[in-house]
């Protein structure tokens, strides 16, 4: 943060990150564009270097790939320093500088569902042509203050004229678009252009901008109040600044960038701004104490005078005093990532156990910490009966082991597998310190994974800004030996009776397969333990396929962990018992409102994803 005052506080823990590697086609070099978000799509408009563009570029941050959607419709020209707001897939572009002097007042609307154009002519007289307001959805009410208009009718001839006016517009469904100019109660904040605005709650928050100098006051406007009000914030407040970009992460606004006075030798402000440069530092306000809180000392190389920030990401903008655009990506990790959800078991053998976990998207690598799971006897798993009668199993829908009523488990230590990098990982076994050969020291023996064993697993999330919280205890058990391996190549469809499954043998038999059971996740009862599923045997026989009914698919219960999915798990038998099972998501069609959502992240071009489509991951038993 830039200023001399000096903040006894501990700093706030994050880190810029920069995106070196993406693919498609990537935007030039520009200042003066915009950025919104929708889900993980950041959608950039406009702005420019050799001239203003009317480019619309989306980046997919989940894949990190540009593409440029094919748009239609009434397609606005370039533009530069306008609004650019997001309500749900519609978003709405007000005002900006199509060339130099000569401002616009227009209102477009790009649907993104099929990435159409729309010019929108509300009712009532509209905010006259201006460049560097600011344009926020506070609720359903689209909000345009301040900016810098053109007092000139000839555009060569620039007479700036700072704005400090309100502008609405009711955009629910249903309504019709009427521009409104309502009354604010308190003092209003003096005009200025190049501000940055956010919204928090109910309220918008202003901080900073231009009006002949650079400015560093917050101001708050409470929109269901109708009322301005200055806010004396606490902590250090950083050095005024303009054309800066500004997101609300939780209960703090993070400012980066914008260029600001050049400071006197002693560090003082000088009175009359002669110089100013381009800063890529960052200020934080907590919008809950109204306190700047103190930020670390790494920031992002370089810095952008009029760049875009859109959910802790920063794109090009202007560095070097003002020489020379850019078109990077960064992002800024501002907390520890969260915690996985509970580890899942993928295949179980006699001395390994390959594990599966959710990506966390803020994450770099994982921890996956081991435990040996210690009961004076483990609980023996409830029988089933033949016959497809749905008579229940309780376990986890991962295969995890659950503890039998009374029995009480010695505490042992959690030790450390491995750090991960994907979300994946076969665990052969895992170090654990003992007495080393001198007095004091420690060395690390390595453990291998016993058959017949259970042991408990864990995983957490790291990243620039530390380790998050472990996900939930799961535990697993290998197999012994003699058993047969899981079934594989395992195919789902729909049939008239149902679902159809099939299956081939396991690689492994160990003997002869005189069996094969099918078991289908239920829908949790009321009654049911947290973190566990019901699953009941629906089919039961030598033969490598079946049919299970509609009136046993009624039952069934659907995982959302990530797409919507029944589960089914089926397992081989020989002649020493049954071996562990694989168990399959078969992917149903989301609700409409879901497939409508789900559009908007797709590239135009992209491939649809396959019907009865089963995603295969084997459990034990």
């Given at each position: 943060?830039?200023?001399?005052?000096?903040?006894?506080?501990?700093?706030?823990?994050?880190?810029?990150?920069?995106?070196?590697?993406?693919?498609?086609?990537?935007?030039?070099?520009?200042?003066?564009?915009?950025?919104?978000?929708?889900?993980?799509?950041?959608?950039?408009?406009?702005?420019?270097?050799?001239?203003?563009?009317?480019?619309?570029?989306?980046?997919?941050?989940?894949?990190?790939?540009?593409?440029?959607?094919?748009?239609?419709?009434?397609?606005?020209?370039?533009?530069?320093?306008?609004?650019?707001?997001?309500?749900?897939?519609?978003?709405?572009?007000?005002?900006?500088?199509?060339?130099?002097?000569?401002?616009?007042?227009?209102?477009?609307?790009?649907?993104?569902?099929?990435?159409?154009?729309?010019?929108?002519?509300?009712?009532?007289?509209?905010?006259?042509?201006?460049?560097?307001?600011?344009?926020?959805?506070?609720?359903?009410?689209?909000?345009?203050?301040?900016?810098?208009?053109?007092?000139?009718?000839?555009?060569?001839?620039?007479?700036?004229?700072?704005?400090?006016?309100?502008?609405?517009?009711?955009?629910?469904?249903?309504?019709?678009?009427?521009?409104?100019?309502?009354?604010?109660?308190?003092?209003?904040?003096?005009?200025?252009?190049?501000?940055?605005?956010?919204?928090?709650?109910?309220?918008?928050?202003?901080?900073?901008?231009?009006?002949?100098?650079?400015?560093?006051?917050?101001?708050?406007?409470?929109?269901?109040?109708?009322?301005?009000?200055?806010?004396?914030?606490?902590?250090?407040?950083?050095?005024?600044?303009?054309?800066?970009?500004?997101?609300?992460?939780?209960?703090?606004?993070?400012?980066?960038?914008?260029?600001?006075?050049?400071?006197?030798?002693?560090?003082?402000?000088?009175?009359?701004?002669?110089?100013?440069?381009?800063?890529?530092?960052?200020?934080?306000?907590?919008?809950?104490?109204?306190?700047?809180?103190?930020?670390?000392?790494?920031?992002?190389?370089?810095?952008?005078?009029?760049?875009?920030?859109?959910?802790?990401?920063?794109?090009?903008?202007?560095?070097?005093?003002?020489?020379?655009?850019?078109?990077?990506?960064?992002?800024?990790?501002?907390?520890?990532?969260?915690?996985?959800?509970?580890?899942?078991?993928?295949?179980?053998?006699?001395?390994?156990?390959?594990?599966?976990?959710?990506?966390?998207?803020?994450?770099?690598?994982?921890?996956?910490?081991?435990?040996?799971y210690n009961f004076a006897g483990l609980p023996?798993?409830?029988?089933?009966?033949?016959?497809?009668?749905?008579?229940?199993?309780?376990?986890?829908?991962?295969?995890?082991?659950?503890?039998?009523?009374?029995q009480k488990e010695v505490v042992m230590q959690?030790?450390?597998?491995?750090?991960?990098?994907?979300?994946?990982?076969?665990?052969?076994?895992?170090?654990?310190?003992?007495?080393?050969?001198?007095?004091?020291?420690?060395?690390?023996?390595?453990?291998?994974?016993?058959?017949?064993?259970?042991?408990?697993?864990?995983?957490?999330?790291?990243?620039?800004?530390?380790?998050?919280?472990?996900?939930?205890?799961?535990?697993?058990?290998?197999?012994?030996?003699?058993?047969?391996?899981?079934?594989?190549?395992?195919?789902?469809?729909?049939?008239?009776?149902?679902?159809?499954?099939?299956?081939?043998?396991?690689?492994?038999?160990?003997?002869?397969?005189?069996?094969?059971?099918?078991?289908?996740?239920?829908?949790?009862?009321?009654?049911?333990?947290?973190?566990?599923?019901?699953?009941?045997?629906?089919?039961?026989?030598?033969?490598?396929?079946?049919?299970?009914?509609?009136?046993?698919?009624?039952?069934?219960?659907?995982?959302?962990?990530?797409?919507?999915?029944?589960?089914?798990?089926?397992?081989?038998?020989?002649?020493?018992?049954?071996?562990?099972?694989?168990?399959?998501?078969?992917?149903?069609?989301?609700?409409?409102?879901?497939?409508?959502?789900?559009?908007?992240?797709?590239?135009?071009?992209?491939?649809?994803?396959?019907?009865?489509?089963?995603?295969?991951?084997?459990?034990?038993?």
């Open positions: 943060m830039d200023g001399a005052v000096e903040d006894s506080r501990p700093p706030l823990n994050f880190k810029w990150k920069k995106i070196s590697t993406t693919t498609g086609p990537a935007p030039k070099p520009r200042h003066g564009h915009k950025a919104v978000a929708i889900k993980e799509l950041i959608i950039i408009f406009g702005g420019g270097n050799d001239g203003i563009v009317d480019e619309l570029h989306v980046l997919n941050t989940a894949t990190n790939q540009w593409f440029a959607p094919q748009v239609r419709g009434e397609k606005p020209s370039g533009c530069a320093a306008f609004g650019f707001i997001c309500d749900g897939v519609r978003l709405l572009i007000f005002g900006g500088m199509v060339e130099f002097g000569r401002y616009s007042n227009d209102l477009y609307e790009l649907l993104a569902s099929r990435w159409e154009w729309r010019h929108l002519t509300p009712l009532n007289e509209p905010p006259c042509p201006r460049l560097g307001h600011s344009f926020n959805l506070v609720g359903q009410k689209a909000i345009i203050f301040g900016g810098l208009a053109n007092e000139s009718n000839d555009p060569k001839l620039n007479i700036p004229k700072y704005l400090n006016d309100v502008f609405m517009l009711e955009i629910r469904e249903g309504t019709s678009l009427q521009w409104q100019c309502p009354v604010f109660e308190g003092t209003t904040p003096a005009p200025r252009e190049s501000h940055a605005a956010v919204t928090f709650g109910n309220r918008l928050v202003i901080y900073g901008g231009m009006n002949g100098h650079r400015l560093s006051d917050v101001w708050l406007l409470d929109v269901d109040k109708m009322s301005w009000s200055p806010v004396a914030t606490q902590g250090s407040v950083p050095i005024p600044r303009s054309l800066h970009s500004a997101v609300v992460i939780k209960n703090r606004m993070y400012s980066y960038g914008g260029w600001v006075p050049v400071l006197a030798e002693d560090g003082a402000l000088p009175v009359h701004e002669t110089e100013w440069r381009c800063t890529n530092s960052i200020a934080c306000l907590n919008l809950d104490t109204l306190t700047w809180e103190q930020c670390p000392p790494y920031p992002r190389p370089g810095g952008p005078g009029g760049g875009a920030l859109s959910k802790g990401g920063a794109h090009s903008g202007r560095v070097w005093n003002n020489q020379v655009c850019c078109n990077d990506l960064w992002y800024l990790e501002t907390e520890i990532p969260p915690a996985p959800t509970r580890v899942q078991l993928v295949r179980a053998g006699t001395n390994s156990l390959e594990l599966l976990w959710t990506t966390i998207s803020s994450a770099d690598c994982y921890l996956l910490q081991i435990q040996q023996q798993k409830p029988k089933i009966e033949g016959g497809a009668a749905i008579k229940a199993e309780v376990g986890d829908p991962n295969g995890s082991i659950l503890p039998a009523t009374g959690w030790h450390d597998v491995d750090i991960v990098r994907g979300t994946q990982y076969t665990v052969t076994g895992y170090q654990i310190p003992v007495e080393g050969d001198k007095a004091g020291e420690q060395k690390m023996v390595r453990v291998e994974l016993q058959p017949g064993k259970a042991y408990k697993f864990r995983v957490c999330a790291i990243n620039s800004c530390g380790s998050g919280p472990f996900s939930e205890m799961a535990a697993f058990k290998t197999c012994m030996p003699g058993f047969p391996g899981a079934p594989s190549a395992i195919r789902i469809s729909k049939s008239t009776e149902g679902a159809h499954l099939s299956w081939e043998p396991p690689a492994n038999s160990a003997g002869t397969i005189t069996e094969y059971s099918v078991y289908l996740g239920l829908k949790p009862q009321p009654s049911a333990q947290p973190g566990t599923m019901a699953f009941a045997r629906v089919y039961c026989g030598p033969g490598s396929s079946c049919i299970v009914s509609h009136s046993q698919l009624a039952s069934a219960h659907v995982d959302t962990t990530s797409k919507p999915a029944i589960i089914f798990r089926i397992a081989a038998k020989n002649d020493k018992g049954y071996g562990p099972a694989t168990q399959v998501r078969w992917l149903q069609d989301p609700k409409p409102a879901d497939k409508a959502a789900a559009a908007v992240a797709k590239r135009p071009s992209a491939t649809p994803p396959p019907d009865d489509g089963a995603k295969r991951q084997k459990t034990g038993p």
